[in-house]
């Protein structure tokens, strides 16, 4: 159980940095990030880089009633987000897409598409 914890809050810290990296990295390269919606707390979502939502989902709450399971909801849309990423790519290509947790800016991902059309 320790270490499942553990887990969960590695995933979370590595993800936080990513989205915070990733949105820094974007504008710093003077990439236009599209207008998108407002987060909604309790949900995360993928959209791609142009702005259009590719995934949602909803993030349970935490057993202790304090906040919201968001490594867990941001880990039931990744691969949908990397299949709809990679869509129409070739394999060995990377494709850029954002995720955001709740009502947190978005941050940047990258998926490394596998096959053509697929993650």
Request: charged residues 20%.
């Amino acid at each position: 159980m320790r270490t499942r914890a553990f887990m969960a809050v590695a995933l979370v810290a590595t993800l936080a940095a990513v989205a915070s990296s990733g949105v820094a990295a974007a504008q710093d390269a003077g990439a236009k990030l599209p207008n998108l919606p407002e987060g909604k707390e309790g949900t995360c979502s993928a959209y791609t880089i142009q702005g259009k939502l590719i995934a949602e989902a909803p993030a349970p709450p935490h057993a202790d009633g304090e906040g919201h399971d968001y490594a867990g909801c941001l880990k039931q849309i990744l691969k949908p987000a990397h299949a709809a990423a990679c869509r129409g790519k070739a394999p060995g290509d990377h494709a850029p897409y954002l995720l955001r947790a709740g009502n947190k800016p978005p941050g940047l991902a990258t998926a490394y598409c596998t096959a053509a059309g697929k993650e």
